[in-house]
C-alpha cells in the first residue's frame, strides 16, 4: 500500500532514502533527482504525494497528481533513468531524465505540464 506523504518531514525522509540508493546503484541520476523532486513539488495538486512501501520502507516509486492526471515517477533499474509516466508505472512514458538531462529541460517539461 502507497504511503501518503502529506508533511516535508517525510517528504525529506524519502528524498533521503532516494539520495541514498542513488549514491550506492544510481549514480548517472543522483544529481537530476532533486530537479524532478522539485518539479514535483512546484507542479503537484493539492493532493498528498503517494510512494511506494516495501516491508514498510519507502521505496523508489512516487506518484502524484498533477492538474488531475495522475502520473507515476520511478528509477528504471535496465535504463538507469527516471521516469515519468502517465496512470501508472506502467502507463505511457512522458519522459526521462539522467545526470546527463540539462537542468533547463527538466524545468522545461515541468513548466509545460
Not at 48 to 64: C, D, F, K, Q
Not at 70 to 87: D, L, Q, V
Request: hydrophobic content about 40%; some cysteine.
Amino acid at each position: 500500500m502507497p504511503r501518503r506523504i502529506t508533511d516535508v518531514d517525510v517528504l525529506q525522509q524519502y528524498l533521503s532514502g532516494v539520495m541514498d540508493r542513488a549514491e550506492h546503484h544510481a549514480q548517472q541520476v543522483k544529481q537530476v533527482a532533486l530537479a524532478v523532486a522539485g518539479g514535483i513539488v512546484w507542479k503537484k495538486d493539492p493532493n498528498p504525494i503517494e510512494v511506494y512501501t516495501r516491508s514498510g520502507a519507502m521505496a523508489n516509486v512516487l506518484w502524484v497528481m498533477i492538474k488531475g492526471r495522475r502520473y507515476a515517477f520511478k528509477y528504471n533499474h535496465n535504463n538507469g533513468t527516471i521516469e515519468m509516466r502517465s496512470g501508472s508505472t506502467r502507463g505511457r512514458l512522458m519522459c526521462s531524465f539522467t545526470n546527463a538531462t540539462p537542468i533547463g529541460d527538466v524545468w522545461r517539461f515541468f513548466n509545460q505540464l
